[in-house]
């Protein structure tokens, strides 16, 4: 599993950081940053899951073997 951002869609909204901090952040302008492209815990895989899913710009990918 990882976890991969693209900055040019990145529209700032934070959402991503909020859902799941210890995997995004976001630089001085507001771009996501991804912090672990391979998160392990079960917990945060789901909440990883939860943030690509309402990326209000579609940035966020969760590339899952299998799937």
Do not use: K, N, W, Y
């Amino acid at each position: 599993m990882q976890v991969t951002a693209d900055p040019t869609r990145c529209v700032g909204a934070g959402q991503c950081v909020l859902t799941e901090p210890t995997v995004f952040g976001q630089d001085d302008d507001g771009t996501v940053v991804v912090l672990d492209d391979r998160p392990a815990e079960d917990a945060t895989i789901s909440r990883v899951r939860e943030a690509v899913h309402i990326c209000p710009g579609r940035a966020l990918t969760l590339d899952e073997p299998g799937t």
